[in-house]
């Protein structure tokens, strides 16, 4: 590897039209093209690597703007000598001073940060011959500690109280590996809850996903609590009956979900709001919506709004509706303020709206040190490949626990990449394994063909109004 530079870059404005099936959909995103702001990295032999960030459609374009700018920095650069320091990596991206007066490490800029360092460390596991999530849990205490980004956190936690927790952890490591590749990681279904989707396609899906072995459901609320309250009862009324289990299933003692609002067959359902209220009518509505047990509301205000989120869970803490919140925390310090509040009872992190690898390596620490469980984000294109990396290191090298961490899994656009996700029967994450597959998100060239924006083949024909319905999930 001694030599090799990185001599090239490519970036892709990917849309897929999620739009036209409702996918996506809720009370505040009434629609969305799930899409990727995509970049390929070369070097001066084989290896390359892959990295991506999520947008639902307009303004994509912009994105890829940004990850071009960003990455003509990195041009040139000595692939071994950033391998051998992530962390430092990491803050080069970030310290450009013209770049970061547009928002420092927010907003487009910071999406554009974590497409370039994710397809780097997709790079670094690909020449590893290691999945990422394998790479990382890899690493000495010491190691993972250089790799991560603590600046401005370190009022939360120290290098040292985050070396001391890694090594606390560091001896079950081996153990903890073994188990969650034998059952898989436990996931989560958003599939069945889409704000679109028909009560008939409700019906279907949350049945399907029974047959799958889920037992966490969620289910996106916000425009109507009537009808929330009715499409919530719908779900439950399938999710909580015995009859409704598959063959050879049995009911879960809900006792052992270790939350008072699983059901009877110790299924549990979770909320959404997608940040559509204020703070008092995120109180006032999910009392409304208190006769469906939730386990918590997600994203119930303003994704910055610590203070809010705090209002809100001490006035729900009474009717035990917990309080979610990270995918558009859009960096570190967020993450701080919520969990120094005691804001939240689910920390969301979500793997490109952080600035990539080594920001999440940040939450996962605080999150640990606050003792928060981690749920990540992984509803969008690519989201899920992404996150059962994240939620691998969480669980082996850094939290040691999967008892309350269920990771998001929603069925759709995994057949575009190389080396999707899988689910096993009993409704949890297959273990990525193959060594070639780095980070697990190198899309097959023909659907970047396909759904390039605007001139891939499928918006050509959309244009024309001859485009195909896209599959129904």
Not at 321 to 341: D, P, S
Not at 439 to 462: C, H, K, L, R, T
Request: hydrophobic letters at 40%; one cysteine or more.
């Amino acid at each position: 590897m001694s030599g090799l530079k990185i001599t090239d870059f490519s970036v892709h404005d990917i849309r897929f039209p999620t739009n036209v099936t409702g996918d996506g959909t809720d009370a505040m995103n009434k629609e969305c093209d799930y899409s990727a702001a995509y970049i390929v990295v070369k070097t001066d032999s084989d290896l390359k690597g892959q990295g991506m960030t999520f947008t639902i459609g307009r303004g994509n374009e912009i994105v890829v703007f940004a990850i071009e700018q960003i990455a003509k920095r990195i041009l040139g650069m000595e692939v071994d000598k950033i391998f051998a320091d992530m962390g430092a990596f990491w803050d080069f991206l970030v310290s450009d001073p013209q770049h970061r007066w547009l928002g420092p490490e927010k907003g487009v800029i910071h999406l554009a940060t974590a497409a370039i360092s994710n397809a780097l460390w997709d790079m670094y596991a690909k020449h590893a011959g290691k999945p990422l999530w394998k790479l990382i849990v890899d690493f000495t205490p010491e190691e993972f500690v250089k790799a991560t980004a603590f600046r401005y956190i370190t009022d939360a936690i120290t290098r040292e109280e985050a070396l001391a927790l890694l090594k606390a952890k560091e001896s079950g490591k081996k153990a903890r590996e073994e188990e969650v590749k034998k059952r898989g990681y436990p996931a989560y279904t958003t599939s069945v809850g889409w704000l679109g989707y028909s009560d008939e396609k409700v019906k279907r899906l949350t049945k399907d996903a029974l047959n799958q072995g889920f037992n966490h459901f969620k289910l996106k609320v916000g425009a109507d609590p009537e009808d929330d309250l009715r499409r919530g009862r719908l779900i439950r009324s399938i999710i909580d009956d015995p009859a409704n289990m598959p063959k050879g299933r049995k009911p879960i003692d809900p006792a052992s979900i270790k939350d008072k609002n699983a059901g009877p067959t110790g299924c549990v359902l979770m909320v959404d709001a997608n940040q559509v209220w204020d703070v008092s009518q995120a109180v006032e509505y999910m009392h409304k919506l208190e006769p469906l047990k939730p386990w918590f509301i997600e994203e119930p205000t303003a994704p910055d709004d610590a203070v809010g989120h705090a209002e809100i869970r001490k006035a729900l803490k009474p009717i035990n509706i917990g309080v979610a919140t990270g995918e558009h925390a859009h960096n570190r310090m967020v993450f701080k303020q919520l969990l120094k509040l005691d804001a939240i009872d689910v920390c969301q992190i979500d793997s490109c709206r952080l600035g990539g690898v080594n920001e999440v390596l940040s939450v996962l620490l605080m999150s640990a040190k606050y003792g928060v469980p981690v749920c990540p984000h992984a509803g969008g294109v690519g989201l899920c490949e992404y996150v059962i990396h994240l939620s691998l290191i969480d669980y082996i090298a850094v939290s040691g626990d999967m008892e309350r961490n269920v990771l998001e899994f929603v069925d759709h656009l995994h057949e575009h990449f190389l080396y999707p996700v899988s689910i096993n029967d009993e409704g949890r994450y297959n273990v990525p394994t193959d060594p070639k597959g780095g980070y697990s998100i190198e899309m097959f060239d023909q659907s970047m063909a396909d759904y390039a924006f605007p001139g891939g083949s499928y918006w050509v024909a959309a244009a024309k109004g001859e485009a195909p319905t896209p599959p129904q999930h």
